[in-house]
């Protein structure tokens, strides 16, 4: 961990070094390591120390991207050099009107010691709980669990100075018999929180029960999602709908919306950066802090989220949801909630009289983003539901069905909700599980 | 450098590695992008670093870090030593790699044109016109056109004596114009010459200069415009598809290339990308395909994204068929796989993720071998059908058997002519099945070798550059049309 003052050591020296009308410096710092098992043993394991300088000239309106992890005094103004070769080729941009200028960040404590100096021992140790529990089960684990430290600070010459250290731990498995498979997964801040038994428990207990499927024919059916399987539905509305660039670019299912009925009157969805109890980062990638947003309130669409560029495009404030630059997704949201409702979430199956029970889905993907249409298939522990309870182990189903339809047939929301991170979008996601009637299964694995 | 990786291995061995690499890995990428006439992204990026991977205890443990001098190697060789100690406190076997591997040599890719210094104002240039062009079509919403292109020198070295130096240069380029219609909620894309941003090949500047992306612009934002107003994609389960040779690009790389791999098959990565249909009693065996489905997994075929001189743990690149005629005769291997099947040496397909990750099985180019039709006479020789072209969207299931593509564009083929344009065309089926229903594949006149630098695997995740030659080809009873 290079801490605050090195940071800013780094951040200083780059400011020092450019000579442009503004400039802007990102620093990234990871120590991350990753204890990987597969047929009841550890059969990879990592670790990585990395540092990302990222630095972001402006000469006048023509801007230049440079990044390097070479640290060295020559690497920084190499890189600094090379940002500004760029910017003298660019064009201008006319949008551009400045960086952001200081704003006061709410600090979020997020870093716990133990999970930053947990060790390749102490993972093992874990690991081995859940591979002793599968065998004694007659079943075989496979899995991840990783710890990491992540340091990421923004600095500008406008006087933009913000710093975030954060930690978290993410384990998952899967458990398998010869016809079955059960899925489980925790994350937390603190890796003493991670409790390897209940984990083993849980993805055992379902792949014992997923044990000799049968197939279903496709159609539409009445689902309980999981958590696991409602992250997806948030990642998608994510990705296609709570954007300004998705809104200006006519791609998004809330263009022409705001204000209306656009989902079941209990679903509420906001994204918020400093929530102490999720992985937060106060302030995003141009060094503006982060806003609530609601996305969808009792389902009214109220408000996507923006960087500078989309909301100066509009005339309005940044919510503090940029990317680095140069960044052509636009405006993300990181830190997506959906609020949990009143039903415990052992009750939700009663509200079932004929359904299935899907633990999580598979390689998702778009199929119609206005229509958040999108095709993928059930993993790791799929049931029939009759009269309330669970009958049958399924064979997985792929679906195309449209999550905004889902979240407009919703029956039940669990009390309960559960938290995830996701590695590829650095996102992090609190969800509840649902019912919700009307799911479009369009094929099985015979 | 060699010192200072000749000093890493040195560490290993006293500190008790059996076997130790490392691997010192420069990266540089450029990135330029134009979006609706604006310059999007200039961009370069450079990483590197060194990963440290030893064998201890009968366990395998691997460390990396960006900071690369001495103290530093000293610092991560005793890490991965001690992560290695602590894998093996749970393990069931030892690793074993099989007989010595010893290579000096090293490789270059060949190019003609170097991306790294070729104009960026003519960069800049050629994809501002190819946006104009685009976005002279009334009715898009938004054009974009990028570049991108990457330089990696590796080195690698062994205990067992290998050391290897390769530099790997990639260019890509691609276009895409984006049509909607808030009135029926319509989003239509086009993409030239493929989707997911671009086409990319080991090659030099040259190749961006072939691709023509002004000359095609045009065409790309009429077909987008058009689509939006074009007859939905008819539902049927019988249907004759013919796939252009970048979606069958696409279909090889999830439906073969992936349950190739030996470390899915053994369940390396069952908890997250899946395992495989294609177990082991199946080689040599099992009817993957029609007698007209040839595959082949080749790391030296010119050109091919998945293009080397040697793999990440220092074996050669290599050919290896992985379907005859339609029986599935090969995996994509390690040194510690091959071992556990028993199949002799690597076919040198560990490919690692920059300097951070650790190689793992990957694709190099697995391409469907051409056949013998023309393009035209396989059209003229469908009396009933529909044309799908360039991805839009991919699914397919842990095992690698349910699958459904969408792509932009389709074409109703009646009579042996292409008759009315088609949009959102999806098509859904089983692999095997699908593959068995293979009836033609074009000629060499139409196989290309697609790029695809998008592929995701591996936790921590790892993205690797895949290559796919393929030419169109013609299935039958195929289902199509799932969206409602």
Known sequence: ?446 | MKDITARALNIAQVRGAAYADIRVVSRDTQRVAVKNGKVEALQQDETQGFGVRVIVNGAWGFAASSRVDVHEIERVVNQAIAIAKASALVKSRDADIGEPVVIKESYETPIKVNPFTFSMNDKINLLLRADEEMRRVKGVKVARAEMAFVREDKLFASTEGSLINQEIVESGCGIVALATDLQTGEVQVRSYPNSVGRHQQTRGYEFILEQKLVENAPRVAEEAVVLLTADQCPSSDTATILLDSSQLALQIHESCGHPIELDRVLGSEAAYAGTSFLTPEKLGRFRYGSEAVNIVADATVPGGLGTFGFDDEGMPAQRTEIIRNGIFVGYLTSRETAQQLGLGKSNGTMRADGWSRPPIIRMTNVNLLPGTWDVDALIADTDDGIWMETNRSWSIDDKRLNFQFGTELGWEIKGGKKTRMLKNATYTGITPQFWQSCDAVCNEKAWIVWGTPNCGKGQPPQVAHTGHGAAPARFRNVRVGVIK
Request: proline share 5%; glycine share 6%; with cysteine.
């Open chain 1, 1 to 446: 961990m290079l801490g605050e003052n090195k940071i800013r050591e780094i951040t200083d020296q780059v400011l020092a070094l450019s000579k442009a009308d503004q400039t802007e410096v990102i620093v990234g710092a990871t120590e991350s390591a990753l204890t990987r098992f597969a047929n009841s043993y550890i059969h990879q394991n990592v670790a990585e120390t990395d540092t990302q300088v990222r630095v972001r000239v402006v000469y006048g309106k023509k801007i230049g991207v440079a990044s390097s992890n070479d640290l060295s005094p020559d690497a920084l103004k190499r890189t600094v050099d090379t940002a500004r070769a760029i910017a003298q080729l660019q064009r201008e941009d006319p949008e551009f009107q400045s960086l952001p200028a200081p704003q006061t960040i709410q600090r979020v404590e997020a870093f716990v010691e133990p999970t930053a100096s947990f060790t390749p021992e102490q993972r093992a140790h874990v690991v081995g709980v859940l591979c002793k529990k599968a065998k004694a089960q007659k079943v075989v684990a496979a899995g991840a669990f990783s710890t990491t430290t992540q340091e990421v600070a923004v600095a500008n010459s406008l006087g933009v100075f913000a710093y975030h250290p954060g930690t978290y731990a993410d384990i998952s498995t899967v458990m398998m018999t010869d016809t079955g498979s059960g899925y489980a997964s925790f994350t937390h801040q603190d890796v003493r929180q991670v409790n390897a038994e209940a984990l083993a428990n849980e993805a055992i207990d379902k792949a014992v029960r997923a044990s000799n499927p049968i197939a279903l024919e496709p159609g539409e059916y009445t689902v309980l999602l999981e958590e696991y399987a409602v992250l997806d539905l948030l990642n998608f509305l994510a990705m296609t709908g709570f954007s300004a660039q998705a809104m200006q670019e006519d791609r998004s299912f809330m263009k022409g919306k705001l204000g209306e009925k656009v989902m079941d009157d209990r679903v509420t969805i906001w994204d918020d950066g400093c929530a102490p109890n999720a992985i937060p980062l106060p302030f995003d990638f141009e060094g503006v802090p982060r806003q609530k947003v609601t996305f969808v309130e009792n389902g009214i669409a109220r408000g996507v989220v923006y960087d500078t560029p989309t909301a100066q495009r509009e005339g309005r404030q940044s919510t503090g949801h940029s990317l680095p630059a140069p960044n052509s997704m636009g405006p993300y949201a990181m830190h997506v909630f959906m609020a949990p409702g009143d039903t415990p979430k052992r009750e939700l199956i009663k509200t079932v009289e004929r359904g299935i029970w899907v633990t999580r889905f598979w390689y998702t993907r778009v199929v119609h983003p206005m229509k958040v249409l999108i095709t993928g298939m059930t993993r790791d522990g799929t049931f029939l539901i009759e009269n309330g309870q669970v009958t049958k182990p399924l064979k997985n189903f792929r679906f195309t069905t449209s999550y905004l339809d889902a979240l407009n047939d919703v029956r039940a929301i669990s009390r309960e909700t559960k938290l995830f991170y996701n590695d590829w979008g650095s996102a992090s996601r609190v969800a509840p599980a649902l019912v919700v009637d009307g799911f479009r299964f369009t094929g099985v694995t015979a």
